[in-house]
């Protein structure tokens, strides 16, 4: 592990690191580097002079240099690749750049341009970053994650990469993800990246372009599955509460089973979130909510059809499922508002290979014999809007252009502001585009989603598109659970958190506003959200801390911020053979 400590006098508030690494190691370990920014004391100190131009800088230069030279690169993958080789090369640069350029950078290290970057992961593959967990290496499962490169641990995010965006399994390319994710936890909530470690668990592939390409990096192997799967998961799991007892252990692009699975199995043992369903569902829902207010309305007067019935669309309906029966429904009433839709039409009682998370929300096929439909049979999205009049419609199919001028006009007949969310990502994939759901509703729509899109010129007047983008989500809520080291994560911190995110919706004093904040305002909704879960964390006793604490102060005494720091020497604790060098 990596020989160095953050220090800080708490009676004058001087920082400082301490650390024994020298000369190039100290160079090339992002953690530490300062580039251009050592200062002459540190550079005869360190073993840096001559090793570096002789101009000292500050970071402020550095970011300067470092936004050109992202500038220069053309395409956005070229762009996404210079920011991860920044990211190897110094953190805290890398850090203070994105963050002052944050609606600019965030869409290339993260959706959409991070699935590009998966699918390129063995032909890009430059550096190693996180821990990687091969099911041939499980029986040494404890010497791998030794292995890491910082000792404390607050925030694990973890993928099989089998559901990667809307691309599928991508093999141990997944690893692209959790990386991404845990920069826009730094980005969005301050939290310190020298205590998150990003892991991919190898357990081979399905992918039949992956196992045939002669540069695949990952384990040869069909895709584990059953018991064999499950005992890995259970092994990974039990070592790691082991190993870091108050740990944050956020679960990304599993497969649609074993996504739900795994969080049902661990979520009253340790804190542990899934990003794909919890974070899309809060997200979403906080849009919901907001719309709503807009609208005038409550849940007793909706009716919500999900396109895409999934470990993202039924995720999403079970936020929504567990806000109806907060506002009083009962779980029948509340069930029956939802429709449900995945490939073979909606779902109903005679659906096969139904799932047990979809079950609840299939419909007595007996109830619908009256329905009017295009082709006998088959209930279809344009069956369910003519028949249903939904209130809100969301997209989660991958399925480009589902949302046609057919269905959204008809929608638009039964209410003044449809609340439209096409979520599928990355851009491509999206079940409309914002500009044609404005033409087809006469601007009437409400609008969020899931992929960043460039504002839309309506009537002569411009007017930017929200996206439900999760970074909205999880951060805040992993800063508020790691402060308050929380012991579980219940559906009442979830509720607080899309609450809170809700508040900060610019329709609510505009309705042609967007339906969630800009990422500008990423920062500040975060610490919002933040200081609600510590909130409620304490009020259901799921932490240590007594219920006087100055949350506000914990959180700000938790969050990590991009800036350098004077160096000072120690010894190192086990000296090295004089005769090495």
């Given at each position: 592990?990596?020989?160095?400590?953050?220090?800080?006098?708490?009676?004058?508030?001087?920082?400082?690191?301490?650390?024994?690494?020298?000369?190039?190691?100290?160079?090339?370990t992002?953690q530490?580097?300062?580039?251009?920014?050592?200062?002459?004391?540190?550079?005869?100190?360190?073993?840096?002079?001559?090793?570096?131009?002789?101009?000292?800088?500050?970071?402020?230069?550095?970011?300067?240099?470092?936004?050109?030279?992202?500038?220069?690169?053309?395409?956005?993958?070229?762009r996404?690749?210079?920011?991860?080789?920044?990211?190897?090369?110094?953190?805290?640069?890398?850090?203070?750049?994105?963050?002052?350029?944050?609606?600019?950078?965030?869409?290339v290290i993260?959706?959409?341009?991070?699935?590009?970057?998966?699918?390129?992961?063995?032909?890009?593959?430059?550096?190693?970053?996180?821990i990687?967990?091969?099911?041939?290496?499980?029986?040494?499962?404890?010497?791998?994650?030794?292995?890491r490169?910082?000792?404390?641990?607050?925030?694990?995010?973890?993928?099989?990469?089998?559901?990667?965006?809307?691309?599928?399994?991508?093999?141990?390319?997944?690893?692209?993800?959790?990386?991404?994710?845990?920069?826009?936890?730094?980005?969005?909530?301050?939290?310190?990246?020298?205590?998150?470690?990003?892991?991919?668990?190898?357990?081979?592939?399905n992918?039949?372009?992956?196992?045939?390409?002669p540069?695949?990096?990952?384990?040869?192997?069909?895709?584990?599955?059953?018991?064999?799967?499950d005992?890995?998961?259970?092994?990974?799991?039990?070592?790691?509460?082991?190993?870091?007892?108050?740990?944050?252990?956020?679960?990304e692009?599993?497969?649609?089973?074993?996504?739900?699975?795994?969080?049902?199995?661990?979520?009253?043992?340790l804190?542990?979130?899934?990003?794909?369903?919890?974070?899309?569902?809060?997200?979403?829902?906080?849009?919901?909510?907001a719309?709503?207010k807009?609208?005038?309305?409550?849940?007793?007067q909706?009716?919500?059809?999900?396109?895409?019935?999934?470990?993202?669309?039924?995720?999403?309906?079970?936020?929504?499922?567990?806000?109806?029966?907060?506002?009083?429904?009962?779980?029948?009433?509340?069930?029956?508002?939802?429709?449900?839709?995945?490939?073979?039409?909606?779902l109903?009682?005679?659906?096969?290979?139904l799932?047990?998370f979809?079950?609840?929300?299939?419909?007595?096929?007996?109830?619908?014999?009256?329905?009017?439909?295009?082709?006998?049979?088959?209930?279809?999205?344009?069956?369910?809007?003519?028949?249903?009049?939904?209130?809100?419609?969301?997209?989660?199919?991958?399925?480009s252009g589902?949302?046609?001028?057919?269905v959204?006009?008809?929608?638009?007949?039964?209410?003044?502001?449809?609340?439209?969310?096409?979520?599928?990502?990355?851009?491509?994939?999206?079940e409309?585009?914002?500009?044609d759901?404005?033409?087809?509703?006469?601007?009437?729509?409400?609008?969020?989603?899931?992929?960043?899109?460039?504002?839309?010129?309506?009537?002569?007047?411009?007017?930017?598109?929200?996206?439900?983008?999760?970074?909205?989500?999880?951060?805040?809520?992993?800063?508020?659970?790691?402060?308050?080291?929380?012991?579980?994560?219940?559906?009442?911190?979830?509720?607080?958190?899309c609450?809170?995110?809700?508040?900060?919706?610019?329709?609510?004093?505009?309705?042609?506003?967007?339906?969630?904040?800009?990422l500008?305002?990423?920062?500040?909704?975060?610490?919002?959200?933040?200081?609600?879960?510590?909130?409620?964390?304490?009020?259901?006793g799921?932490?240590?801390?007594?219920?006087?604490?100055?949350?506000?102060?914990?959180?700000?005494?938790?969050?990590?911020?991009?800036?350098?720091?004077?160096?000072?020497?120690?010894?190192?604790?086990?000296?090295?053979?004089?005769?090495?060098?």
């Amino acid at each position: 592990m990596l020989d160095f400590e953050r220090c800080k006098d708490k009676t004058s508030g001087e920082e400082w690191i301490e650390t024994s690494i020298t000369g190039k190691p100290l160079l090339t370990t992002p953690q530490l580097n300062k580039g251009t920014a050592f200062t002459l004391e540190e550079r005869h100190t360190f073993g840096l002079i001559g090793k570096l131009p002789t101009q000292v800088e500050t970071l402020e230069q550095q970011v300067d240099r470092a936004y050109q030279q992202f500038l220069s690169f053309k395409g956005n993958l070229n762009r996404n690749i210079y920011l991860n080789n920044l990211m190897d090369a110094n953190q805290t640069l890398f850090f203070k750049l994105v963050s002052e350029h944050l609606p600019e950078m965030l869409p290339v290290i993260y959706t959409p341009i991070v699935g590009t970057a998966v699918k390129k992961f063995s032909q890009e593959f430059r550096q190693a970053r996180g821990i990687y967990i091969s099911y041939p290496d499980r029986h040494y499962m404890d010497e791998v994650l030794d292995n890491r490169s910082q000792a404390d641990i607050d925030l694990i995010v973890v993928t099989d990469g089998e559901g990667v965006l809307g691309i599928g399994d991508q093999g141990i390319g997944g690893m692209d993800i959790p990386i991404a994710k845990l920069m826009v936890y730094t980005l969005c909530a301050d939290i310190d990246p020298t205590h998150t470690l990003p892991i991919l668990l190898d357990v081979g592939t399905n992918n039949r372009e992956l196992l045939e390409d002669p540069m695949y990096l990952g384990w040869r192997h069909e895709r584990l599955q059953g018991k064999a799967y499950d005992d890995f998961i259970e092994q990974f799991v039990t070592t790691i509460r082991r190993k870091f007892p108050d740990v944050f252990l956020h679960w990304e692009d599993f497969g649609r089973d074993n996504a739900r699975r795994n969080l049902e199995r661990y979520r009253h043992t340790l804190c542990t979130f899934n990003d794909d369903m919890q974070g899309t569902g809060a997200v979403t829902l906080a849009a919901i909510l907001a719309g709503m207010k807009v609208n005038q309305q409550n849940f007793s007067q909706q009716q919500i059809v999900i396109f895409g019935a999934g470990t993202a669309g039924t995720g999403i309906a079970d936020q929504i499922y567990n806000a109806m029966l907060r506002e009083g429904l009962s779980k029948a009433e509340a069930y029956s508002r939802f429709w449900l839709i995945d490939r073979a039409g909606l779902l109903t009682t005679q659906s096969e290979n139904l799932t047990n998370f979809q079950r609840p929300y299939a419909h007595d096929v007996e109830l619908l014999k009256n329905w009017t439909l295009d082709q006998a049979g088959s209930i279809q999205l344009i069956d369910v809007v003519r028949n249903v009049k939904p209130t809100i419609l969301i997209g989660c199919s991958s399925v480009s252009g589902a949302f046609t001028e057919t269905v959204i006009k008809e929608m638009a007949r039964h209410i003044h502001h449809p609340i439209i969310l096409p979520l599928s990502n990355p851009t491509e994939h999206a079940e409309a585009t914002p500009k044609d759901l404005l033409e087809w509703t006469q601007g009437t729509a409400l609008i969020a989603t899931g992929s960043p899109f460039e504002p839309v010129l309506y009537q002569g007047r411009e007017t930017p598109i929200a996206q439900c983008n999760n970074a909205f989500v999880f951060p805040g809520l992993g800063l508020g659970l790691i402060a308050t080291k929380a012991k579980w994560l219940s559906d009442d911190v979830l509720w607080e958190t899309c609450r809170a995110l809700s508040e900060y919706s610019p329709a609510l004093k505009d309705a042609t506003a967007p339906l969630l904040p800009s990422l500008q305002d990423a920062q500040k909704t975060a610490k919002h959200i933040a200081l609600r879960v510590a909130q409620q964390v304490l009020k259901e006793g799921a932490s240590n801390l007594p219920n006087n604490t100055d949350l506000s102060s914990l959180i700000s005494h938790q969050q990590w911020l991009p800036y350098y720091v004077p160096y000072r020497y120690r010894m190192p604790a086990v000296c090295q053979d004089p005769t090495f060098r």
